[in-house]
């Protein structure tokens, strides 16, 4: 049996399958991206599939702290594309 690796959502604190979740990743140079893929190098933060948990990270801006940046509106409007 293969060991399904699970991720825990930066805004619920809940652990989920990789496929569950959005990965938002600060590249090492600094610009910050939506990884599709979810192989990208870079620090990486997992977000639930869910419209009030996206709107939640943008009010509160919890990717700005945790990336130390502030992340553009066009990463949070892929996100929205994604749980379409």
Do not use: W
């Not at 293969?2 to 600060?26: A, G, H, W």
């Not at 933060?45 to 990336?67: G, R």
């Not at 553009?72 to 594309?81: A, I, M, S």
């Amino acid at each position: 049996m293969k060991k399904i690796p699970l991720r825990t959502c930066v805004i619920t604190k809940e652990k989920c399958e990789k496929r569950d979740l959005l990965r938002v990743v600060r590249m090492p140079d600094g610009s910050i991206v939506f990884d599709e893929k979810g192989k990208l190098n870079g620090k990486g933060a997992y977000l639930k599939k869910d419209k009030s948990v996206i709107e939640k990270a943008q009010n509160n801006k919890i990717l700005d702290h945790i990336f130390e940046k502030e992340v553009p509106k066009e990463v949070y409007d892929e996100l929205y594309e994604q749980i379409k």
